[in-house]
């Protein structure tokens, strides 16, 4: 049997959900899945309670399915270093710390979990050492992607199941939870988790004057503003409904991860951005439109045509432009078509797209998720680790 290891993971909070996003979920899944213990360190709790409302954001530390969740605060008390070390997303970790981690025999596994880019140049830096400068340290680049030829994807062992169990038997029950009425024929059901956005206006005018009712279903978030100055409204908060023409929005609380999914599973149509949540509405098997995170010099829409090219390559091509061009379009690619003329295609190829999200999924599922990645990558440089100071000692 495997020796139990114990793993550290650091995560600083820079901005919205995604690195804590990504960071959570990679620790619930090595405790529940792979028997580790975690430490997950987190300066703001605060933020990792919007997506697990049971964090309590004032506790130096408290056990979380699991996991042991650590205030990463600037006065850090020194720790032992566990056998793995993450960095998540090149967070930087405290100098004493590293030192600890230098000064242990064999050394702890150091990893840099870097951002998700379907870009092609991932495969190349995926797992590339970085030696400390000083210290007798080699720090690894672990890249997540689409091919075998990165770290793969984060994937619950349970998830595709639990998924295929909600969309066959709880769909009903979860929209009655939320007070909405089941879906009448020909309507879409939407969800919107987007950061702000010029194309919203366009897009909202194409639903609102449609042929088919259209429910969009918004998390609390940054959109809210530009939703409610369309609809002439002071504001829109949690529970609150409009409706003009053809559509109708109706505002959701900022649900816990979990409860999230169940959106995403339960929607024709998903809107997402940045990485964890574009990945989810992947494993919910449902068309999607991504809007990347906004990078300096758009260097994002690099990343947006990656995923684009790969998405779309088994698509027709009518129904490949509807998506193309809604997701350049939603991201401001410059000449992208109107919002309108996209849409006719989602509609005229409606049953192809949602078939296609379908056959992506379980083509994305063929492939060995990223804990898996991880930790037989975790292994090999251990093990080498500790041939290396046998060799070492003789
Ligand atoms: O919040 P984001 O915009 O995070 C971004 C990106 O990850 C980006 O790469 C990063 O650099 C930047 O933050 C700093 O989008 P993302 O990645 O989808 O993360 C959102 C998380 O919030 C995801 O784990 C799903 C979760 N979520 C909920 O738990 N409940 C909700 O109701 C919603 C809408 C999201």
């Known amino acids: 049997m495997a020796a139990t290891r114990t793993w550290d993971i650091f995560c600083s909070v820079i901005d919205n959900y995604g690195d804590i996003g990504v960071s959570w979920r990679l620790a619930r899944s090595l405790a529940r899945e792979q028997g580790a213990q975690v430490r997950l360190w987190v300066d703001d709790l605060a933020a990792f309670q919007r997506i697990r409302p049971d964090i309590r954001p004032g506790h130096a530390q408290q056990s979380c399915d699991g ?31 590293v030192a600890n981690m230098a000064a242990r025999s064999p050394p702890p596994v150091w990893i840099n979990l870097e951002y998700l880019s379907a870009e092609s140049w991932v495969a190349g830096h995926h797992g590339l050492p970085s030696p400390h400068p000083r210290l007798p340290l080699t720090k690894y680049f672990f890249f997540p992607g689409y091919t075998e030829q990165t770290g793969g994807l984060l994937r619950e062992r349970d998830l595709l199941a639990r998924r295929a169990h909600f969309v066959r038997h709880d769909t009903a029950a979860y929209w009655q939870s939320l007070g909405v009425p089941p ?43 530009q939703l409610a100055a369309w609809f002439g409204q002071p504001g829109l908060h949690a529970g609150d409904s409009a409706r003009r023409g053809m559509l ?10 979990d409860e999230y999914d169940h959106l995403l599973w339960a929607c024709d149509l998903n809107f997402v951005r940045g990485e964890d949540s574009c990945v989810r509405a992947q494993w919910a098997a449902r068309p999607l439109v991504w809007q990347a995170y906004p990078q300096a010099e ?29 997701w350049q379009r939603w991201n401001g690619v410059p000449g992208a078509p109107e919002v309108a003329a996209c849409w006719a295609g989602w509609r005229a190829r409606r049953g192809e797209l949602a078939r296609h999200a379908v056959a992506w999924q379980a083509g994305l599922a063929t492939q060995p998720g990223l804990v898996e990645t991880l930790t037989e990558f975790v292994e090999n440089k251990l093990s080498e680790a500790v041939r290396a100071r046998n060799r070492g000692s003789v």
């Not at 205030?71 to 930087?92: K, T």
């Not at 829409?301 to 998506?323: C, S």
């Open 298 to 326: 758009a260097a994002h829409h690099d990343k947006l045509d990656a995923l684009l090219a790969i998405y779309t390559a088994g698509l027709e091509p009518l129904a490949a432009r509807a998506v193309q061009g809604t």
């Open 67 to 97: 996991v042991t969740v650590c205030a990463w605060r600037p006065d850090m008390p020194a720790v032992y270093p566990a056998d793995v070390v993450i960095e998540a997303f090149g967070c930087a970790l405290p100098e004493a710390y």
């Open 183 to 225: 879906p009448v024929a020909g309507e879409w059901r939407i969800s919107l988790f987007a950061y702000e956005n010029p194309a919203l206006v366009e897009l909202l005018e194409v639903w609102c004057a449609g042929a088919e009712p259209v429910t969009l279903l918004v998390p609390e978030g940054r959109i809210l503003p």
């Open 248 to 257: 109708e929005v109706r505002v959701l609380p900022f649900a816990s991860q």
